[in-house]
């Protein structure tokens, strides 16, 4: 190397550059915030005893009285199949407010308006108490599954329809040029690319329906909700009921984000660099 040759300047972000990589700062980052956490929680002068003793019932390990599932158990049975219909109204919405029928488009405004506007609570209290003045009677959990789905379908919706719009003109105009069908160019081109920007927002839902589904415990569902206050007034430790109950909603939580991280990896691969 000559004399008069600058050295070379160390590479920003090579090897070796940092002590540590990015993700290891990344658990030592949770990690410290999780014994602050822990810490906090500790300091409630908390009787593990209750805590152990019902964490079974809590979590879902056993069955209830009446031999069904409760807890968390019972939580993700109703979370699944209100996240399932709720997909299916909100796809139906999304597609009826797209199209150019005015009766689809109003059925479907005023769906959403109405579920949008108007809190889970009275809507979930609507059907349970209302659907018998009908002639319909439907059990608590059948109830609380009805008001999931159609509550959170209606913000689906919203969030399917601007994923759809979302996609550039150009993709379907060029399928179209191909000879491809309008059904063939939904489903092969632009459902895959609108994908990529509804799984975030529809997984946020999913998880605020996870948290939301305590509302059914006023129709005394065996829920983790309902459980936690059951046990926390006879035993008179609300603190060590509620704080169980809100770690297996982190858990369940927690779970449903690395569904997402998943999900996003899968329909980003075409846009990672």
């Not at 908390?46 to 939580?75: C, D, H, M, R, Y």
């Amino acid at each position: 190397m000559s004399a008069h040759q600058p050295a070379p300047k160390p590479v920003v972000g090579a090897p070796g550059a940092r002590l540590f990589g990015f993700r290891t700062r990344l658990y030592l980052t949770w990690l410290v915030l999780l014994l602050l956490f822990v810490g906090f929680f500790l300091s409630f002068d908390l009787k593990f005893s209750i805590i152990v003793e019902k964490f079974p019932n809590l979590a879902g390990f056993k069955l209830g009285p009446n031999g069904f599932l409760q807890g968390a158990a019972l939580t993700l049975f109703l979370c699944l199949c209100s996240m399932v219909v709720s997909v299916l109204l909100g796809f139906a919405a999304a597609l009826a407010r797209l199209s150019k029928s005015a009766v689809l488009f109003g059925v479907a405004s005023f769906y959403t308006s109405f579920f949008r506007g108007t809190p889970l609570l009275i809507q979930i209290l609507l059907i349970y108490l209302g659907l018998p003045q009908l002639g319909l009677v439907p059990g608590a959990i059948a109830a609380g599954i009805i008001a999931l789905s159609l509550n959170y379908g209606a913000y689906l919706s919203e969030i399917f329809r601007a994923g759809i719009i979302g996609v550039a003109l150009g993709q379907r105009q060029a399928a179209l040029a191909l000879g491809m069908r309008p059904a063939a160019i939904f489903w092969h081109i632009t459902l895959p690319q609108a994908m990529r920007t509804i799984i975030p927002p529809s997984a946020n839902q999913f998880i605020s329906m996870l948290k939301d589904s305590s509302l059914i415990s006023v129709m005394g569902v065996w829920e983790v909700m309902f459980l936690a206050q059951s046990y926390g007034r006879s035993s008179y430790r609300y603190l060590e009921m509620l704080t169980t109950a809100a770690v297996i909603y982190w858990v369940l939580s927690i779970m449903l984000e690395l569904m997402q991280a998943r999900l996003e990896r899968h329909f980003g691969k075409g846009y990672q660099r």
